[in-house]
């Protein structure tokens, strides 16, 4: 049998308020009466997704114009949550609302609204003055009930809830009564004259986004805006080379959003800064539906959620680091510079200042370079030559036998003055011009270049090197190194590569630095810092304890290796140690300072009351606490709430 009646929803109408509409014209008493009738649900709950609404269009007239999609889309905020939940969810909460069979024993869409939907209804009271005049009567608009929105997104006055000449509540918490009339159950009429108009263009431009998005749910996926976020975040460059994210994303994004916004549309800054939140945010396969957040992350890459979601799509790929082989050899007078042949090899790598450095070796001249990818721009970004190789040194000390000035070479060799004058110094020594002609150098420049074009038959050149060191030594024996280098010339450089172990024994050891560390001075100085560091990072209240590692981050590079080279001994740094372990931060402690920042998390999310218990419900870290700590924990409670309502 058809309904004698149904209510024609009105523009944004809340679908409770289409219920309660049809309750207070039908000669039911109590609401769950009408949701019987309704929906076959005997519940005086008016909950804020309807629950069952098949059993509803069956008992429509065919003329009614109602259909499901038109009830769901239009009159429920479902349309704003669908794009954020994955299918599989999003299959279970249409389920549920079409045909009230619940899955999994829990009521999946009631979950949606939790910390999103205001508890009760809120009503603008310009728009109540302009339903009034226009249908002669009030209702519930969904749009108002999204607890992100304090003022009405039409006209910018605060949204009510509560008459504010009586403080009557204008709804009962679970919906059962709404306003017929512009004013509460005691007569008091809510004038609109009375707010005053609070223009916010940022307010406008997130409800223009929300409006896009109900208005479009149908296109867009979940895994569609996961898949689009992704991409910007590879190409702003916030995911590392690795695939882990950046702490940039949150550095860039508390840079453009305020601490004081965020906590406005209740998303803490411990939320913020946490990787491990964003990584639950940009993974396709979690249960994160922070609406606001996606929405302001979207923001961050985009002027709004339109121009965002019609991006066009990028490849995620990182390049090959040092591109693939043969790699080139650097040295323009090897025979195989533009070979393709494989005549490179890496040697070994390391990853130093944000770059993975690897050091390439010619087979062919014995030229060495090392090559540096930048892991955050991810590109080859850094080139330094460690030694030119065998082939190039020939080559230099050929030219300057035939008489060649540095100026020349530098161009014949493809370098510059200062690297030929650098490598003559090298392998002739420091006065290879200045005191002796180049015929004087004949023997060691040929003895050298014969070094060079073949090692293996080169005794007989460490031979003659040896004895000629001997002979300096023999007239001179209280030689230092620096002079005896300068005395060997060529000679020097062919024993340092070829016999280096040899002639570090017979060289004279090297001096021994004179000054001793005054490890007291030096134990005073940590510890002065170690306090320092200390009380500034209790200044700046972390959301996390503070502990041992906590406050070395806040010293330099220089003042951490100091500690940690000398922690290990026990009996180094007794005062630094002290201090380390006395600003170290026990459970307890920590848990009593993190105290206010809960509050203020539990009042964004909508506790206006907090206390001791909420607090244990919202942190699991609060939980099973011995009986002292918890007396400390409400009297610190106490004094903030006091301190609160002070202000």
């Known amino acids: 049998m058809y309904l004698s009646f149904f209510p024609t929803p009105y523009p944004d109408e809340d679908f409770r308020s289409i219920i309660h509409r049809y309750h207070i014209r039908s000669i039911n008493t109590e609401i769950h009466n009408s949701k019987q009738e309704l929906l076959g649900v005997k519940s005086p709950h008016n909950t804020y997704f309807p629950y069952n609404i098949k ?84 209702y519930a608009h969904r749009t108002h009930q999204l607890m992100l929105f ?49 223009s916010n263009i940022f307010n406008q431009e997130i409800n223009d986004d929300i409006q896009f998005i109900m208005n479009n749910s149908m296109n867009i996926e979940r895994e569609m805006i996961i898949r689009k976020l992704r991409e910007a975040c590879w190409e702003k460059g916030y995911y590392t080379y690795s695939g882990q994210l950046s702490k940039r994303l949150s550095y860039e994004f508390l840079l453009k959003y305020s601490e004081e916004m965020c906590l406005k549309y209740g ?65 323009r007078l090897c025979e195989n510079h533009q070979s393709s042949s494989p005549i490179l090899t890496k040697t070994f790598s390391e990853i130093k200042n944000g770059r993975h450095f690897v050091l390439f070796t010619c087979s062919a001249c014995q030229i060495k370079f090392s090559v540096g990818w930048d892991l955050e721009e991810r590109s080859n970004g850094y080139v330094k030559i460690i030694n030119k190789g065998e082939l190039w040194n020939r080559e230099v000390l050929e030219l300057y036998f035939q008489g060649l000035n540095n100026k020349e070479i530098a161009k014949k060799a ?88 040899w002639l570090n024994d017979i060289l004279p050891n090297k001096k021994a630095p004179s000054n001793k560390l005054d490890l007291e001075l030096i134990d005073k100085e940590l510890s002065e810092k170690v306090q320092a560091a200390a009380e500034l990072l209790y200044l700046k209240n972390p959301s996390t304890q503070i502990k041992r590692f906590s406050i070395m981050n806040v010293l330099n590079r ?21 201090m380390l372990e006395k600003y170290v931060e026990t459970k307890e402690d920590y848990l009593i300072r993190h105290i206010p920042s809960i509050v203020s998390q539990l009042k964004a999310s909508g506790y206006r009351n907090p206390t001791f218990q909420s607090i244990v419900a919202f942190r699991r870290s609060y939980r099973n606490l011995p009986l002292n700590t918890q007396i400390k924990i409400q009297e610190k409670l ?10």
């Open 55 to 138: 059993h509803l269009l069956e008992k429509l007239p065919p003329m009614s114009g109602l259909n499901e999609e038109l009830l769901i889309n239009k009159h429920t905020l479902l349309p704003l949550f669908k794009p954020f939940i994955s299918e599989s969810r999003s299959q279970k909460v249409s389920k549920e609302i079409l045909t009230g069979v619940t899955l999994d024993k829990s009521y999946i869409a009631g979950k949606l609204a939790l910390k999103v939907i205001s508890e009760v209804v809120r009503y603008c009271p310009i728009c109540l003055e302009s339903d009034y005049k226009q249908y002669g009567e009030v």
């Open 414 to 501: 493809h370098s510059n003055q200062a690297v030929i004058r650098n490598a003559l110094v090298r392998l002739l020594g420091q006065d290879y011009k200045q005191k002796q002609s180049i015929e004087n150098l004949k023997d060691v420049i040929g003895d050298i270049i014969d070094a060079t074009n073949s090692i293996a038959n080169s005794e007989e050149l460490i031979t003659k090197s040896r004895k000629k060191l001997m002979d300096i030594l023999k007239v001179s024996p209280n030689l230092t190194r620096h002079q005896i280098y300068k005395a060997l010339k060529g000679h020097y450089s062919i024993l340092m590569k070829h016999d280096y172990e």
């Open 267 to 331: 998303v803490s800054k411990s939320f913020i800064i946490s990787n491990t939140r964003w990584r639950q945010m940009l993974d396709s396969n979690s249960n994160q539906t922070n609406i606001i957040l996606y929405i302001l992350l979207m923001r961050l890459f985009s002027p709004n959620v339109k121009d965002f979601l019609e991006r066009s799509e990028i490849c995620i790929s990182n390049p090959l680091p040092y591109g693939c082989r043969p790699w080139k050899c650097l040295n």
């Open 150 to 198: 304090e003022t009405c997104p039409s006209h910018a006055v605060p949204l009510i809830s509560h008459c504010p000449e009586c403080s009557e509540c204008l709804s009962k918490k679970v919906a059962e009564s709404l306003l017929t009339t512009p004013c509460c159950s005691r007569g008091h009429k809510l004038n609109s004259q009375l707010y005053e108009h609070e």
């Open 558 to 578: 220089l003042d951490q290796g100091r500690i940690r080279d000398r922690l290990s001994k026990k009996e180094l740094l007794p005062n630094t140690r002290l």
């Open 638 to 647: 106490n004094e903030v709430m006091a301190a609160t309502d002070t202000l």
